[in-house]
């Protein structure tokens, strides 16, 4: 929980609140009060989640303590080369894991109990980033706790990933461009879930279910189809249209706006 409020609490002031701050704009749109009350429903959540993700972690504690995982602490034991390899593998299989449960947790069967928390939030702030349904939460920490007991990992490798996925979460609710308009952001954009990719998602719930990366949304077919444009070197960056609507973005993509509001500077 302090690691929590340290970073989405310091990301959200360096990121909007400092007057000195290039993303922060006034709002047309949404008042202050409707602002603070959506940052407090996500704290809510996180505190919660906060809560089962400490559970499992003591749960996977236990199991280790009865041999019962794959963890190993000498590195020698598999080799320093399956350090990386079984890194990256645990990566993947996590953002086909998040994926189809995420996809899954968008069924009107399972939205109002699974997933309808995190969207409170129309406009994601690093404060949304652990905003999860306690079902929700329960589900993505059972993953590593799963994951411990099939594959051999490196206790370094299991932080390593613990530390990528509390970023991600972070970064994916920045709800800024991150990526700049260049062959390298654009292709980076292209095939890594950013900021812009995720606030898509709170914005049109049809659209965008990767973690990581966009593989399983261009294969599947849930990628938006006006995401391409927004990664063009013609859409400027620093011009925001607060009151866009996904509906009609496609069409304000190809133009010279990023049509995606974020959150607001306090009113004076």
Not at 182 to 205: I, Q
Request: hydrophobic share 45%.
């Amino acid at each position: 929980m302090l690691g929590y409020f340290a970073a989405a609490g310091g990301l959200y002031w360096f990121l909007y609140l400092r007057q000195s701050s290039r993303f922060v704009i006034d709002s047309t749109e949404q008042t202050t009060k409707a602002i603070w009350q959506s940052i407090h429903s996500d704290v809510i959540l996180s505190v919660l989640s906060s809560g089962i993700f400490s559970v499992c972690a003591a749960l996977m504690t236990t199991v280790y303590q009865l041999g019962y995982t794959r963890l190993y602490l000498q590195p020698e034991q598999y080799g320093l080369g399956y350090l990386g390899f079984s890194l990256v593998l645990v990566l993947i299989l996590q953002d086909t894991y998040f994926y189809f449960t995420h996809r899954l947790s968008h069924h009107p069967r399972c939205y109002r109990w699974l997933h309808q928390g995190h969207h409170h939030s129309k406009n994601p702030t690093p404060w949304t980033a652990f905003a999860f349904d306690p079902a929700e939460a329960m589900v993505q920490a059972i993953y590593l706790v799963g994951v411990t007991m099939v594959i051999p990992m490196h206790l370094s490798v299991l932080i390593a990933v613990v530390l990528v996925m509390t970023l991600g979460a972070l970064i994916h609710h920045f709800g800024l461009r991150l990526f700049k308009a260049s062959a390298m952001g654009n292709w980076l954009g292209s095939w890594l879930v950013g900021p812009t990719h995720h606030w898509l998602h709170h914005r049109k719930y049809t659209v965008h279910y990767s973690l990581y990366f966009t593989f399983w949304d261009r294969v599947l077919g849930t990628q938006h189809p006006g995401y391409e444009d927004v990664l063009s070197p013609s859409v400027a960056e620093k011009k925001i249209v607060p009151s866009a609507n996904i509906e009609t973005a496609p069409a304000a993509l190809s133009g010279k706006t990023v049509p995606f509001p974020l959150p607001f500077k306090k009113a004076s």
